[in-house]
């Protein structure tokens, strides 16, 4: 009987100790994949941020391209 009452024990913390490998397995797993997931947040804000910028220099561009264009004209400075 005693032996039996040993061998439920041995069994409860074998249980509970793989347990807690395998929990703490799965969380490095998905501390992993989180860190990745924020690296390529932050690649992506940039790749937005950058793209933006482009964008309203583009607009600053072509608006100065323009007055340019019609200064010359006025002044009949612009050549064909």
Known sequence: ??????????????CSLLFGVFSSLRVSRVEKERDMLRQEEAVLKTALK??????????SVD??????ISRLQQSEDLRD
């Open 63 to 68: 608006g100065d391209r323009e007055h340019i």
């Open 1 to 14: 009987m005693m032996s039996l009452v040993v061998s439920l024990v041995v069994a409860v913390c074998s």
């Open 50 to 59: 950058n793209h933006k910028v482009r964008l309203e220099n583009e607009e």
